[in-house]
């Protein structure tokens, strides 16, 4: 079972750019959350999603989007980056009755 | 709001000795609470969970307390070792969707041999 994986591992961007970043859920598992985690802080959620539809939203400006393929894998968009946007992101997946989160590696966005 | 905090943000223990790690929640209709480790380079990993309506919940060599009426959570580790040395984030959910916790701001456990 290869967990949850994401790509890339890293990523430099200019600001104004925009950016994508991928993630495939843990084996058996149909929902997807993204986290953004600045540096010494903790996690931040951002959006979940669940058959392909958008469920649960924090507390992040419209150019964060994201989407969800039927084969459950999922995509965070990010529109005109800003430096306060460099922060590791995190993709966590769970099961159906999303009482367990399991998190891959992140991918660290660096904004210039 | 709501909001998850922990009360020191880093602890040092010796190899062996227990540590404990201290979390303050504010939300009282929080239903659900887990503690996760970090390790430099790689995602939070589950250790523990507890319920609101249980005030304590024993696993492998870990523990975790909830005190409801001061809205408090805490994190035992027993006999510390040196692979414990992580950050440890202690998140808190309304209902059990796991995956929209609101984390705290994390505890760097170092372990001295």
């Known amino acids: 079972d290869a967990g949850v994986t994401q790509s890339p591992t890293h990523l430099i961007k200019t600001r104004g750019q925009q950016v994508t970043l991928r993630c495939s859920p843990k084996?058996?598992?149909?929902?997807v959350s993204w986290y953004q985690q600045a540096l010494g802080q903790g996690p931040q959620f951002i959006f979940q999603?669940?058959?392909?539809?958008?469920?649960q939203r924090g507390n992040f400006p419209d150019r964060f989007s994201g989407h969800q393929f039927p084969n459950y894998s999922s995509e965070l968009n990010v529109n005109a980056l800003l430096l306060g946007d460099s922060a590791l992101y995190l993709c966590?997946?769970?099961?159906?009755?999303?009482?367990?989160?399991?998190f891959g590696q992140g991918t660290r966005l660096t904004v210039v | 709001g709501e909001s998850v905090g922990l009360h020191l943000p880093t602890l040092s223990v010796q190899e062996g000795d227990n540590s404990i790690i201290n979390c303050a929640y504010s939300?009282?209709?929080?239903?659900?609470f887990i503690w996760y480790k970090q390790e430099s380079g790689k995602g939070p990993q589950f250790i523990i969970d507890?319920?609101?309506?249980?005030d304590k919940r024993q696993g492998q060599r870990v523990t975790v307390l909830l005190n409801k009426t001061v809205k408090h959570l805490s994190l035992q580790i027993a006999a510390t070792q040196p692979g414990d040395s992580a950050v440890y984030f202690c998140?808190?959910?309304?209902?059990?969707?796991?995956?929209?916790?609101?984390f705290g701001d994390g505890t760097t456990l170092t372990v001295k041999p």
């Open positions: 999603y669940y058959e392909e539809e958008e469920r």
């Open positions: 966590a997946s769970s099961g159906r009755d999303r009482v367990r989160a399991f």
């Open positions: 084996s058996g598992h149909d929902t």
């Open positions: 939300n009282s209709a929080s239903d659900y």
């Open positions: 998140a808190e959910n309304l209902g059990t969707n796991a995956g929209k916790s609101t």
């Open positions: 507890i319920r609101s309506n249980m």
